[in-house]
């Protein structure tokens, strides 16, 4: 069962009044400052606030998460921490509602998933053409039928338990003359046949997120798609997440970046303590969907962006159409705007796939600095080496590809090449700083560190490296330290903050 942590600070206990949602941990002062350091999903405050709480209060509560009265008088220390936490005001007339519905969106841990198109079995009734290319997508084409009917299902079937919620999302593209909507079942415990709920989706509601709420006893989701028409089908995958019902995709106050492709990006913004730099992460390859490094990045104090690619098996490197990639570098300089920062307090960084994207981003934004760990920028050599040198390793690199140019021979592989370093040699490194950790023997790109070092040059930039022995995932632990070593050396040095 999913949980919120909530504190709440007033005169009186709003748990002896009002009802809270199930699965509330509820904490009511005295005895709530000062000594946690666990922090809150959720606070509500009812009193004015001293300034040693405000600063314990952005320590301990995430940001948009922080929630205070309206018919509270604000001190400068709380409206320092509004903006600090994103916080919002609530007015006494909704408190109720809150505390009995929306309080349950704020859960600490999320979780989202996909199912890949090998996760589909396809209708026996289907005579067109089926084609599978590798983790990308399953293309169907041909003559659907007259009536909207099932044309493929996800073989696994999700859990869904009382009061709980799931966002559903497919990525696909299709023909005008082909019609498709989503079918969801909901069973009964233990049953694959016994029906409690079921819900139909068209075409028009896909165009949002779709949910399902599931008001009746736990069990589980079986979801199809039908369709009719005739044309060409192609389904890339399902995503399911539990639901925050509109407080935010996986953390609260998290972004969903969409476009008419129906491709995804995430970010999440945490002001910190507003002052220099904004940090910026991006995450690297999981499976699991959702942010990486917001313990790391949220220790450190400062303002901090995390940016996370829910495409392919586990992440597409942050490349895409014109488009989507507009979408990431508009969110880090919506953040920047924000804050009031200019370039020379920005810092990009980012792990393996996470690296791709901080390199990439920077051509666009000149940032201060770039630290990255384990990179990778030649990703054509990356998909190569999945034929000899890394057979079985890396699968993901080749879908990569095939998903940017709908091939795998040496053109396209030259050609996933020059999309990064086209970029990287046109742009003006001279006041930035580079920060690399790499595996001397790294298996997915050899040449990375080598290459970067060719290519930056003698034009005045920065590089400081840092060679550890072993391939790509033989010493991560290693690596991941001397990046966070290098992100406080920053801070400290450079900002003047003791992170």
Not at 214 to 229: E, Q
Not at 472 to 490: K, L
Request: hydrophobic share 35%; aromatic share 12%.
């Amino acid at each position: 069962m999913w949980s919120t942590r909530a504190l709440q600070l007033g005169k009186t206990n709003f748990a002896d009044d009002y009802r809270i949602a199930e699965g509330t941990e509820w904490h009511y002062e005295p005895g709530a400052l000062g000594s946690e350091t666990e922090e809150y999903d959720v606070a509500l405050i009812d009193r004015s606030l001293s300034e040693e709480e405000c600063h314990f209060l952005n320590r301990l509560v995430r940001a948009h998460c922080l929630f205070i009265l309206s018919d509270q008088p604000q001190t400068p220390a709380m409206a320092w921490l509004l903006r600090c936490r994103a916080g919002r005001t609530l007015e006494r007339a909704e408190l109720a509602e809150f505390l009995a519905e929306r309080v349950r969106n704020f859960y600490g841990k999320p979780y989202g998933e996909k199912y890949d198109p090998h996760t589909m079995s396809i209708s026996g009734d289907f005579h067109g053409t089926v084609r599978w290319n590798g983790y990308t997508e399953l293309i169907l084409h041909g003559d659907f039928g007259t009536e909207m009917d099932q044309i493929v299902c996800w073989r696994n079937s999700i859990p869904v338990e009382n009061g709980q919620a799931i966002d559903l999302w497919l990525e696909y593209q299709k023909d005008p003359a082909v019609h498709i909507e989503l079918d969801v079942v909901l069973f009964k415990p233990g049953s694959i046949a016994e029906m409690q709920r079921r819900w139909r989706f068209s075409e028009e509601e896909m165009q949002s997120v779709v949910r399902i709420e599931n008001t009746g006893a736990s069990g589980p989701i079986f979801v199809a798609l039908n369709a009719s028409g005739s044309g060409k089908l192609r389904l890339t995958a399902l995503h399911d997440r539990y639901s925050r019902r509109g407080e935010g995709a996986f953390f609260p106050g998290s972004e969903r970046l969409a476009t008419k492709d129906r491709e995804e990006a995430f970010s999440y913004f945490d002001p910190g303590d507003r002052k220099p730099p904004l940090c910026v992460y991006f995450s690297g390859y999981r499976t699991q969907e959702g942010f990486e490094g917001y313990r790391m990045m949220r220790r450190m104090g400062c303002p901090f962006l995390l940016i996370s690619d829910a495409r392919l098996e586990g992440g597409a490197f942050y490349l895409g159409s014109e488009e989507y990639e507009t979408a990431i570098r508009d969110a880090i300089q919506r953040a920047m705007k924000e804050l009031q920062f200019g370039r020379e307090n920005l810092v990009l960084s980012g792990l393996s796939m996470g690296s791709f994207g901080a390199l990439y981003f920077g051509t666009m934004l000149q940032p201060k600095k770039i630290i990255v760990g384990k990179p990778l920028v030649s990703l054509g050599d990356v998909a190569e080496a999945e034929r000899l040198q890394r057979p079985g390793g890396f699968p993901t690199s080749l879908d990569v590809v095939w998903k940017s140019f709908h091939a795998l021979d040496r053109q396209a592989l030259d050609a996933m090449n020059a999309r990064f370093w086209s970029r990287f040699d046109r742009t003006d490194w001279s006041d930035t700083s580079f920060i690399v950790a790499y595996m001397i023997e790294d298996d997915y790109d050899r040449t990375g560190y080598e290459r970067l070092l060719r290519h930056i040059g003698s034009n005045g930039s920065k590089i400081i490296g840092k060679g550890l022995h072993g391939r790509h995932n033989d010493d991560t632990s290693g690596i991941v330290h001397w990046f966070v070593s290098q992100y406080h050396r920053i801070l400290s040095q450079d900002y003047g903050r003791n992170s």
